[in-house]
């Protein structure tokens, strides 16, 4: 069955600074892999997906993710946090031939001044 | 939150009774999905739809019920079987491949009294 975890329930980091979110997949087949970001009370915002292709992934706001086969992660980083990054982000895989998303319990990013 | 609608943003719901949450999109997406959000467990698939008059369950469809009359719209019904639905209420859509991006509307929060 596909499957993602996210080892770490929260991350802390002081802005200015880089930032790692940890995501690892188990999948059969090719992996497509996806990271979402949300605020409170709202809905996912997409921002990255990672297909086919170069291993670091470039997105939105300036995060990339980073494909590791070897490792089966993919990471999602960004080189200089700011606190408007604060919030929960979810790595996600295809659930297969019904399209769905299967995700991981999500990471709280809390990024101070 | 791109195109897709959802209403209420909070909806309450006295025990023993029925309520339907509307998820509108203009994006042309085939598929469409219903997701809940519980805290700490990520998002689990409730219905989804891949074409009009056409639906499927996921992995929490009991208690849940979904039409799909139109392309543009699927809305849930939640039914007094559903034992515990306080929750977070995600809809999404996308093409329908497994490599697409899923676009999420901006939440219904249902809460029991």
């Known amino acids: 069955a596909q499957s993602v975890a996210q080892p770490e329930d929260q991350v802390n980091v002081a802005e200015g600074n880089p930032l790692t979110v940890k995501c690892t997949y188990s999948v059969s087949g090719n992996p497509y892999l996806f990271w979402y970001v949300q605020y409170p009370n709202r809905g996912l915002q997409f921002l990255l997906k990672y297909i086919t292709g170069d291993n670091l992934v470039k997105g939105s706001y300036g995060f990339e993710a980073e494909f590791n086969k070897s490792q089966t992660s993919f990471h999602l980083k960004k080189p200089s946090a700011l606190v408007s990054d604060s919030a929960l982000y979810f790595c996600?895989?295809?659930?297969?031939?019904?399209?769905?998303?299967?995700f991981g319990k999500g990471t709280k990013l809390s990024v101070k001044p | 939150d791109g195109g897709i609608t959802q209403s209420p943003k909070y909806l309450f719901r006295k025990e023993g009774q029925n309520v339907t949450l509307s998820c509108e999109q203009n994006?042309?997406?085939?598929?469409m999905y219903w997701y809940r959000q519980d805290p700490g467990q990520g998002l689990r698939l409730i219905y989804y739809s891949q074409i009009v008059n056409d639906f499927q369950k996921g992995d929490i469809a009991e208690g849940y019920s979904v039409s799909r009359e139109k392309k543009e719209s699927f809305p849930l019904t939640v039914t007094s079987a559903q034992k515990n639905p306080t929750a977070f209420y995600l809809c999404?859509?996308?093409?329908?491949?497994?490599?697409?991006?899923?676009?999420f509307g901006p939440g219904t929060r249902l809460t029991v009294l």
């Open positions: 999404a859509s996308s093409s329908g491949l497994n490599t697409d991006t899923q676009y």
């Open positions: 994006l042309n997406h085939d598929a």
């Open positions: 996600a895989t295809e659930g297969g031939s019904q399209g769905n998303l299967i």
